[in-house]
C-alpha cells in the first residue's frame, strides 16, 4: 500500500510539473542564402507569455531549411538544400542548453532536399528537384549511415509554368499508426501511400497505393488529426484543402475546401497545414500574393467548416507552428526575415496579432520541443 501511495504522489507530481512546465524550446531552421541568417536558431520560448530569447546559433551548416528532432529528444537532422550538392547533417542535441554539435553528413541522393522525418531506426528525406526520397539509417550514436534506400519517381503533370515537368517529391511523414509513410509528389499530382518495415534489410518502403490528385494543384503537405482519424492534405499552387478519413493505410476523400476568395487573381502559393493541439481547428497558409492563413473549425465527421483568413503580417509565410499549449501560432517568413506570433483564441480558432515578432533571416521551418 505504501508502494502504491508512493507511485501515486509520483505521478501526481510529475503530471503538476508538465502542467506548470512554461517554457519550451523553438527550433528554426533557415536559409543561409543570401547571407541574413547564420544557421539553425534555439530560442528559449515563455508559453504563458511568447517573450523568446535566443539560447544558441548552429552555424557553418549550410541552408539547414528543415529539421526533426529525434523520438528521445537527443538528436537532430537537417536537410542542407544546396542544389546537386544537398547532404542530409546529424546533430547531438542538447535541449537545455539549445547547442547542437555535428556528428556527421551524408549525400541525401537528390537534389534540394525539402522535408526530413525521423523515428527510433531511420531517417527519410524528401528531395524536391532530385524528385526522389531516401532512407537512411540512425547509429548508436546518432550519427547517419549511408543511403539504405533510394525511390525516384518519373511522372510528371500539367502545370504550364514548368513545375510539373518532372517529379517533385515534397513531404514524408509516418502515418499515426506508424505502419505506412505519405509521400507527397508535387510535380506528378500524386500522394504515394508507402508500407514501412523499419528493420528490414531490402525494401524498407513498398508501395501500398497512390492517390491521383487533381491535376495541375500540386500535393505539398500533410497533417493528421491527433485522434489519427483524418488527415488534411494542402495544394500548392491553389491552396485547396483535401480532407480524408484515415484508417490502416487508406485515404478516403470526404471533402475539397479552398481557402482564397473566389475572386483572388493572385498567386496563390499553398504553404503549410496544422491541425491544433486540442484537434478542433485546422490552419493553412498561403504565400505568393496571398501571404495569408485560414482557419477551419474541425467537425465531428472530420470535415472542415471555414471561419476566417487574414494577412500572416509578412511576406512568404512557409512554415508555422501551434506552441504546444496551443496558446500561440507562430508564423515564419521567408521573405520579410521574421517570425509573428499570433495570440489564438483556444474557443473560436480565430487569431490576433500579438505584436511579438522574433527578428531571423529566411525562417522556413518551425519546430518546438
Known amino acids: 500500500m505504501k508502494k502504491f501511495s508512493s507511485l501515486f504522489i509520483l505521478t501526481i507530481l510529475s503530471t503538476l510539473t508538465f502542467a506548470q512546465k512554461s517554457s519550451y524550446n523553438l527550433l528554426v531552421g533557415t536559409y543561409t542564402a543570401p547571407g541574413k541568417s547564420e544557421g539553425i536558431y ?3 520560448f515563455n508559453t504563458l507569455t511568447a517573450v523568446t530569447k535566443i539560447k544558441s546559433i548552429t552555424k557553418n551548416t549550410a541552408n539547414p531549411s528543415y529539421l526533426a528532432i529525434s523520438p528521445d529528444q537527443k538528436f537532430i537532422y537537417v536537410v542542407n538544400e544546396t542544389g546537386t550538392t544537398s547532404t542530409v547533417s546529424a546533430f547531438k542535441y542538447n535541449a537545455k542548453t539549445g547547442d547542437l554539435t555535428f556528428l556527421n553528413k551524408v549525400d541525401s541522393h537528390g537534389a534540394d532536399p525539402c522535408f526530413i522525418t525521423v523515428d527510433t531506426k531511420n531517417v527519410i528525406v524528401a528531395n524536391y528537384s532530385g524528385g526522389s ?5 540512425r547509429k548508436a550514436n546518432g550519427a547517419l549511415t549511408e543511403a539504405l534506400q533510394i525511390i525516384k519517381h518519373t511522372g510528371k503533370s500539367i502545370d504550364p509554368k514548368g513545375r510539373q515537368e518532372s517529379a517533385h517529391v515534397h513531404m514524408t511523414v509516418f502515418t499515426p499508426d506508424h505502419k505506412y509513410l505519405i509521400v507527397n509528389d508535387l510535380g506528378e499530382d500524386q500522394t504515394y501511400i508507402y508500407t514501412y518495415k523499419p528493420t528490414a534489410k531490402e525494401s524498407i518502403l513498398t508501395v501500398k497505393s497512390v492517390i491521383k490528385t487533381n491535376a495541375g494543384t500540386g500535393p505539398r503537405h500533410i497533417t493528421f488529426s491527433p485522434n489519427g482519424k483524418f488527415a488534411y492534405l494542402a495544394h500548392e499552387f491553389n491552396g485547396t484543402i483535401t480532407a480524408f478519413a484515415y484508417s490502416d493505410g487508406r485515404l478516403t476523400k470526404i471533402q475539397e475546401i479552398g481557402t482564397a476568395p473566389k475572386d483572388f487573381a493572385g498567386k496563390i502559393d499553398g504553404a503549410d497545414i496544422h ?8 490552419y493553412e497558409t498561403n504565400r505568393g500574393d496571398a501571404n495569408s492563413i485560414s482557419t477551419f473549425s474541425i467537425l465531428s465527421t472530420g470535415k472542415l467548416k471555414f471561419i476566417e483568413t487574414v494577412s500572416t503580417l509578412g511576406k512568404g509565410p512557409r512554415n508555422f507552428a501551434i506552441n504546444p499549449t496551443g496558446k500561440f501560432l507562430l508564423v515564419g517568413h521567408q521573405y520579410t526575415n521574421n517570425i ?3 495570440n489564438r483564441n483556444k474557443t473560436t ?21
Request: aromatic content about 12%; proline content about 5%.
Open 42 to 44: 534555439t530560442y528559449d
Open 133 to 137: 526520397l531516401a532512407v537512411f539509417a
Open 275 to 282: 491541425v491544433s493541439p486540442d484537434g478542433k481547428f485546422l
Open 340 to 342: 509573428v506570433i499570433f
Open 349 to 369: 480558432g480565430k487569431l490576433t496579432d500579438s505584436g511579438k515578432r522574433i527578428d531571423v533571416g529566411a525562417p522556413v521551418c518551425l519546430v518546438f520541443n
